[in-house]
């Protein structure tokens, strides 16, 4: 049972609102992940981070922004909601080097109204 | 940078060994090759992982031949609850993770 946890599950909301997806692991894991996942879609990656006070952007362009000031929690906070940003969001961590399987938490669904 | 290609869905009887095979042509020296499983709504859930020959464990074999430049994960006897997204990775020390489209596998009865 991966120990990364995921707050809310379920986010319904209005357009412009501010929101943060919560995302914490209790596995000292340096390496954190954001992805982005439309139903039926593949998985984007949005951020990463490698160890705190690090954050990197993906390969998808996100208007989210992350932040990484302790180990266990990475963060996603969108400034103002839109609908396009109506999607999954999983977080994931895995330990630095080259065969650290990669945990996942259960996922964020965001609704923007 | 290194990306994976695999079929985009599968169909399968019940009971039949099932193997999708990823191909990684530009795979490198410290890449690990990574199997990963997704239901709907849910996180992907790791299956397994190599990096050169057979991998065994109890849900999953992963073969990889010498130049390993592809995989195939073969999953003996599938079932219903089999019926998910599997995608193939390559796990490096590097950062960026792509999980590509993966294989849709639909496991009839």
């Known amino acids: 049972e991966a120990d990364i946890y995921q707050t809310p599950r379920y986010l319904v909301i209005g357009t412009g609102k501010k929101i943060t997806l919560e995302c914490s692991q209790t596995?000292?894991?340096?390496?954190m992940y954001w992805y982005q996942q439309d139903p039926g879609m593949e998985l984007h990656l949005i951020h990463y981070s490698y160890g705190v006070n690090s954050t990197e952007k993906g390969d998808l362009s996100s208007e989210s922004t992350v932040s990484r000031i302790r180990t266990e929690h990475f963060p996603l906070t969108l400034e103002s909601a839109r609908p396009s940003h109506t999607s999954q969001y999983l977080c994931?961590?895995?330990?630095?080097?080259?065969?650290?399987?990669?945990?996942f938490g259960e996922g964020s669904r965001l609704t923007v109204l | 940078l290194a990306k994976t290609t695999q079929p985009i869905s599968m169909d399968s009887y019940e009971g039949q060994e099932v193997n999708i095979t990823c191909s990684h042509n530009?795979?490198?020296?410290?890449?690990?090759i990574t199997w990963y499983q997704q239901f709907p709504s849910q996180g992907p859930r790791f299956i397994i992982q190599g990096y050169k020959t057979k991998v065994t464990n109890e849900v999953a074999s992963l073969f990889i031949p010498a130049d390993r430049k592809s995989s195939t994960l073969s999953l003996p006897r599938v079932s219903l609850s089999d019926t998910a997204v599997y995608y193939c990775l390559l796990l490096t020390g590097a950062n960026n993770l792509f999980f590509g489209t993966g294989t849709r596998l639909t496991v009839i009865p």
């Open positions: 530009n795979i490198a020296t410290n890449d690990y």
């Open positions: 994931a961590s895995r330990l630095a080097g080259a065969a650290g399987e990669l945990f």
């Open positions: 596995m000292g894991h340096d390496k």
